[in-house]
């Protein structure tokens, strides 16, 4: 297949999944904590937003990338949709239910079809624990195959499917190189066989050629099992080949959503295009024609966040009423949203 | 002549599991006020290639087993104790990855900033400080001179990699060694740090070694490239011959790996399969066959040496004829 028919097989079937109802809802999503003062100073407690006023939707069979620099909020954003914390306010709708009003029980019974992926192959997995068991665990805690027979059966179809030898069910972590670990860290999210996985920077720690087999994988097991990802990464060539939408924060807030290649092609919010102009492209010749425009500044402290636009500190077209005011996502152009009142 | 001349480089590092060869015999050169960049997955051998330089690897378990490295003129490796250590941060510099561990977390600013141009440039303290002040400011630190009494921790991890440059400069160096400078660092930042260094070495004629595992930020800032593979140059020749003429299999393959931001989406990836050699155990013939779509009977028995194909444009295979051709047949 070339390349163009390949693409547009891609984007038809991408549109298709997302012509029915969303699989997740995310609802002016919101998640501050509460930062101690020191002891015995009388000071009140500082507050981060580390998430606020996020709305997004992802459908069945989807990637939804999440991008941003570190701090802006994207991690925490994919703990509150597990419901690894309780958010501050706003809905989680995980076909239909709102995420945020189940008990334990029935949150339970939803975890069993939403899973993760970590970033750190090294840390994620129980060194004291063999790649077997690892796997097996969360069929043995939810009480899917609870004959152990089955169950081993099971694993060792999971590893055939992420690419290991199911040998490899009797071998420790450390006996394994990190792009085999991670593999495992896959082979466990699907080991109920999920809807949807949140990928939390999933291929940033392992190295360019492993990185591209794990890619892959992900991808064939999206289509193979038509899975929804929400896809949390820094480096945005992975994410603009792996997403069929993207959706861009900065400190704590959603700046644009757009598909995959018009964000790339044509990114509205200045911080996006600065975002993008700072990321270098594997090609001398092209590097040579780049405009090298860097963006001044650093992120300010969520701790004290600049009023109105988080971004105007930094913004190269800010007037004086972006300071006052707090823009909302808008609607440019269908499916390209923006938080910007000057594009 | 080059600034800086390694010749037939051996690192070696004695362990339980065996004796690691991380540098593997490897030969390059780096001529004045150029920008040269080696590429290469984790454990291919850059990092310690360039710690080499400056004698900074530890003895034992480590070992420089043999070869040369002249720079300037003199070889560094025939140097005693003192000869070295006016080399090391008076005419190389380092810049190290980690800007949260490689400045010291107890001293000052401004005093990790002063000894080293109190020592190498024997400045008095109030010399040394104005210079630091005007170092301060050039690399873009605001309130330069209310920062030399703060604390590492005071600062951000841009403001830190920041400060590392401006002691890496502050004695008139003829080579800066930056071992991946900017992976812990934000892309925004990462895109400032490099421009300044950009910026920088092209003002005072510096020479720059930079040790990356991101192809792009080879391609925006070198002029040359080294790529590495098991402790060994697989490949070598200008930005323009390696990414778009690649000779060798490998850097072919970390090429077709990398997905582009800048073409629209397309098929997959091309990875390259299975994995890295272990470096402990002795290999024979070419280290990268068994991942090689290359690899003809020859590879198996003989270690291919570097060869130059074309006008500084040299490789590490004996297909490289023909993975020339079917490049040209393709394009």
């Excluded at chain 1, 015995?40 to 709305?55: N, Y």
Aim: aromatic share 4%; proline share 6%; glycine share 8%.
């Amino acid at each position: 297949m070339s390349a163009v028919a390949g693409a547009a097989l891609r984007s038809d079937a991408s549109r298709a999944a997302r012509a029915g109802p969303p699989l997740l809802e995310v609802r002016n999503l919101k998640m501050h904590f509460t930062v101690a003062g020191r002891v015995f100073s009388r000071k009140t407690a500082a507050k981060i937003k580390a998430v606020d006023d996020v709305s997004f939707t992802i459908g069945r069979g989807e990637t939804l990338g999440l991008v941003g620099e570190s701090g802006c909020g994207k991690t925490t954003t994919g703990r509150c949709i597990l419901r690894l914390e309780k958010p501050t306010a706003g809905e989680i709708l995980f076909e239909g239910q709102n995420l945020c009003e189940l008990d334990r029980k029935a949150l339970n019974e939803k975890r069993e079809r939403m899973q993760v992926i970590f970033q750190d192959p090294y840390s994620s997995l129980n060194p004291r624990m063999k790649v077997g068991s690892i796997i097996g665990e969360p069929m043995k805690v939810h009480g899917i195959y609870p004959n152990e027979k089955e169950r081993d059966q099971r694993v060792a179809e999971l590893l055939l499917v992420c690419g290991l030898n199911p040998k490899f069910m009797d071998r420790y972590p450390h006996e394994m190189s990190g792009g085999q670990r991670q593999r495992v860290g896959i082979a466990r999210a699907l080991s109920l066989n999920p809807e949807f996985i949140v990928c939390d920077e999933a291929v940033s720690a392992l190295d360019v050629s492993i990185q591209a087999q794990v890619i892959n994988l992900l991808e064939s097991l999206r289509e193979q099992f038509n899975l929804s990802y929400l896809f949390i990464a820094h480096d945005l060539s992975v994410v603009h080949h792996l997403c069929h939408r993207v959706a861009v924060m900065y400190l704590g807030r959603l700046v644009e959503l757009a598909d995959s290649d018009e964000l790339f092609a044509h990114p509205l919010h200045p911080y996006t295009q600065a975002l993008l102009e700072a990321v270098p492209i594997p090609d001398p010749d092209v590097e040579k024609q780049r405009a090298h425009r860097v963006m001044k500044g650093e992120i300010p402290s969520p701790i004290n966040p600049p009023s109105g636009c988080v971004f105007h500190p930094r913004c190269p077209l800010a007037v004086s009423s972006c300071r006052q005011e707090v823009p909302q996502l808008r609607e440019l152009k269908p499916g390209h949203w923006v938080s910007c009142p000057r594009v | 002549m080059p600034l800086l001349e390694v010749e037939d480089l051996y690192t070696q590092f004695d362990t339980s599991a065996g004796t690691v060869r991380a540098v593997d015999g490897i030969s390059y050169t780096v001529n004045e006020g150029e920008t040269v960049g080696i590429v290469g997955e984790s454990g291919c051998g850059k990092s310690v290639s360039a710690l080499s330089i400056l004698r900074l690897i530890a003895e034992p378990p480590g070992r420089i087993a043999s070869g040369s490295i002249r720079f300037a003129g003199r070889n560094l490796l025939t140097l005693n104790d003192a000869e070295i250590r006016e080399v090391r941060g008076g005419q190389i510099a380092m810049v190290f990855q980690e800007p949260m561990t490689s400045l010291n977390p107890v001293l000052t600013i401004g005093l990790q900033l002063c000894e080293t141009m109190e020592i190498h440039l024997k400045l008095s303290p109030q010399e040394a400080q104005a210079r630091a002040i005007e170092l301060l400011d050039m690399v873009g630190i605001s309130e330069p001179a209310g920062r030399l009494q703060q604390y590492p921790h005071h600062l951000s991890g841009g403001m830190r990699q920041r400060v590392m440059i401006a002691i890496a400069l502050s004695c008139k160096p003829k080579l800066i060694i930056a071992d991946e400078p900017t992976t812990a660092l934000d892309v925004t930042i990462q895109a400032q740090i490099l421009e300044l260094m950009k910026d920088l070495t092209k003002r005072f004629g510096v020479a720059l070694i930079i040790i990356t595992h991101n192809l792009g930020v080879v391609a925006r800032y070198a002029n040359r490239v080294n790529v590495m593979y098991a402790g060994r140059i697989v490949e070598s020749g200008t930005a323009s011959d390696v990414y778009h003429r690649p000779v060798h299999p490998y850097t072919l393959g970390l090429l077709r790996s990398v997905p582009r931001m800048d073409r629209p989406r397309g098929d997959r990836l091309i990875p390259i399969d299975g994995q890295p050699p272990d470096l402990t155990r002795e290999i024979v013939g070419c280290a990268y066959r068994p991942r090689c779509s290359f690899a003809v009977e020859r590879c198996a028995r003989e270690a291919p040496r570097i060869e130059e194909v074309a006008g500084g444009h040299a490789s590490a295979c004996f297909e490289r004829a023909r993975l020339l051709r079917l490049l040209k047949e393709a394009s």
